[in-house]
């Protein structure tokens, strides 16, 4: 079986490095015959990754990545001009920056000397803010040496309470369902432990609501590999099958500068995952 898939990509339209042309250009060198774009709260990138993806003969799956309680969602075949998607979207764009907003304050307040205007110019073409942004600016400002220090020693332990309150999975899968999407749980490893001690109560109620399929392939740390002494992802995998989901995986590649070790080409799918994704859109 020829792994040659990446369905878990991000470009500078979230918070990764590349452009989605030079991303495609990449995933071309790596030789790779299909991909997804799968920005946070984003199909901004997707026209012009469409454009470079024809130009180089890969295949572009649109993709999104929606942040809710408690996990991320994934987006994948969803109408992209669809009007609840497309509000869903800009409405989380709205509280992923006033979020960001309140995690400057804090870093104020700590006599960290950030601007709103320095993050915002960081952000850019994306037209929101995502603490990564911040993260950078502390870098080249000297107060962390990496993205995992800004977030560990700061970033993590500033409070931010929102007046509205994250987006309800249920919600996140009915409207990428209702734009004719399929849904896929991301990265179910970083789950936290309370979803990870029920992870098969957890799946099957996200199935309930109309979960497609979970991630079962990509980066992950030793140390999140095992949990209650058992083979995590071994477990999920058992899952999957059991209740009729889809497996899906890739890199989630930021861009080597912000996640090293999530490298694009080496944490690929076998098509044969999209063609089974195909089929049950049909």
């Given at each position: 079986?020829?792994?040659?898939?990446?369905?878990?990509?991000?470009?500078?339209?979230?918070?990764?490095?590349?452009?989605?042309?030079?991303?495609?250009?990449?995933?071309?060198?790596r030789k790779l015959q299909a991909i997804s774009i799968?920005?946070?709260?984003?199909?901004?990138?997707?026209?012009?990754?469409?454009?470079?993806?024809?130009?180089?003969?890969i295949e572009l799956i649109n993709g999104v990545e929606i942040q809710g309680l408690g996990s991320e969602i994934l987006g994948y075949f969803f109408d992209e001009d669809n009007n609840s998607l497309q509000s869903l979207l800009e409405n989380q764009k709205k509280q992923r920056t006033k979020y960001v907003l309140k995690k400057i304050e804090g870093l104020n307040d700590l006599n960290i000397d950030i601007s709103i205007d320095e993050v915002f110019e960081k952000s850019k073409p994306a037209d929101y803010l995502l603490t990564t942004?911040?993260?950078?600016?502390?870098?080249?400002?000297?107060?962390?040496?990496?993205?995992?220090?800004?977030?560990?020693?700061?970033?993590?332990?500033?409070?931010?309470?929102?007046?509205?309150?994250?987006?309800r999975l249920k919600k996140i899968i009915g409207t990428i369902k209702d734009a004719?999407?399929?849904?896929?749980?991301?990265?179910?490893?970083?789950?936290k432990p309370d979803f990870k001690y029920e992870i098969e109560t957890f799946i099957i109620k996200l199935k309930k609501y109309g979960l497609?399929?979970?991630?079962?392939?990509?980066?992950?740390?030793?140390?999140?590999?095992?949990?209650?002494?058992?083979d995590f992802m071994e477990t999920i995998k058992i899952i999957a099958n059991k209740y009729d989901l889809l497996l899906s995986g890739g890199s989630d590649f930021h861009g080597e500068k912000i996640h090293p070790d999530?490298?694009?080409?080496?944490?690929?799918?076998?098509?044969?995952?999209v063609k089974k994704m195909k089929e049950r859109l049909i």
């Open positions: 079986m020829i792994y040659n898939t990446d369905l878990h990509l991000h470009t500078h339209y979230s918070d990764g490095v590349l452009s989605p042309k030079s991303l495609v250009e990449l995933a071309k060198k799968t920005d946070h709260d984003t199909t901004d990138g997707l026209r012009e990754g469409s454009k470079a993806a024809k130009e180089n003969k942004y911040v993260a950078e600016v502390m870098i080249e400002k000297g107060y962390v040496k990496s993205i995992q220090e800004a977030f560990d020693k700061y970033l993590r332990k500033i409070p931010v309470k929102l007046e509205e309150s994250p987006l004719n999407g399929l849904c896929i749980l991301p990265h179910p490893w970083y789950l497609d399929g979970v991630e079962v392939i990509g980066y992950i740390p030793e140390e999140l590999k095992t949990f209650e002494n058992s999530n490298i694009l080409g080496k944490y690929n799918i076998p098509y044969d995952y």
